[in-house]
């Protein structure tokens, strides 16, 4: 198998694996990158982090397909009931990102172009989070307006890559006595919307049509990342309840410290 090819698949197993698991996926990407001596920069770079993102929304949407059509059906009543209400928290939840992903969109490129100290030192502030979320206690409320308006700036923050989109919203759920599972779920679901618009924008705008990669790798990374993206969401679920966060933290730790050597 061509090399360009077995990097695709093996970074789109990177983005699958990592994607539900609070060690950051973004990051993980970034080392895999690198480490792997991967060709691509710049916005081909971005295109193959954006096309593994949206492989694992997808397999988001597979796992909690009756969720979202239980969602989708009450919604189309247009009456304020609970998963009206559901929606609308969503809605507040992506406003962070969406405005530093609009308004910082240059800079942003810039952060996913194989910058393993940036991924380092930021994959031990995610270390430090899990474990003060890890000491939460009282972790039994229902998510709120006021709530989901804070985790959404979580899910802003966690952009940068090292800090985990799921370890900062749920962290940041759990510190504010979110129950882990409710937590999960709306982490898990918060970003399928926020990663489909980013897609639609690009596209409408041709902003990767400069972009010199082969369609091959990018579909083999897609389908890689969807498979076991799909494998890890239902694993993730499962745990979830009972897992402790300073399991996740110290694995944090050791591969932000290692790429910080790395780099040195």
């Not at 060690?23 to 895999?32: P, R, Y």
């Not at 691509?40 to 397909?65: N, Q």
């Not at 992506?94 to 609009?102: E, H, S, T």
């Not at 596209?203 to 990342?225: I, N, R």
Request: hydrophobic share 55%.
């Amino acid at each position: 198998m061509d090399n360009e090819y077995l990097q695709a698949i093996i970074l789109g197993i990177v983005q699958g694996l990592t994607e539900f698991l609070p060690v950051s996926s973004s990051g993980h990407l970034e080392l895999g990158k690198g480490i792997l001596d991967w060709e691509g920069e710049g916005e081909e770079s971005m295109l193959m982090t954006v096309a593994l993102h949206a492989a694992t929304a997808l397999s988001t949407i597979v796992v909690f397909w009756k969720d979202i059509l239980e969602i989708t059906k009450n919604v189309l009543k247009f009456k304020w009931n609970d998963e009206t209400k559901f929606c609308a928290m969503i809605a507040v939840s992506m406003v962070p990102a969406a405005f530093v992903g609009i308004v910082f969109e240059e800079q942003i490129a810039k952060l996913f172009d194989k910058q393993i100290l940036l991924v380092g030192v930021m994959l031990l502030v995610t270390g430090t989070l899990l474990i003060f979320a890890d000491r939460a206690k009282n972790t039994s409320k229902t998510v709120t307006f006021p709530a989901a308006a804070i985790i959404g700036i979580a899910q802003a923050i966690a952009i940068l890559p090292g800090i985990s989109r799921s370890g900062a919203t749920i962290s940041t759920s759990v510190l504010l006595g979110i129950d882990r599972t409710r937590a999960a779920r709306f982490s898990f679901l918060m970003v399928v919307p926020l990663i489909m618009g980013k897609m639609a924008k690009d596209l409408s705008d041709g902003a990767f049509s400069d972009a010199d990669v082969a369609v091959l790798p990018l579909l083999l990374g897609f389908v890689a990342a969807f498979l076991t993206g799909w494998l890890a969401c239902k694993w993730m679920i499962s745990m979830v309840r009972g897992c402790k966060l300073w399991t996740f933290s110290i694995y944090c730790t050791i591969v932000g410290a290692a790429a910080i050597i790395y780099t040195i």
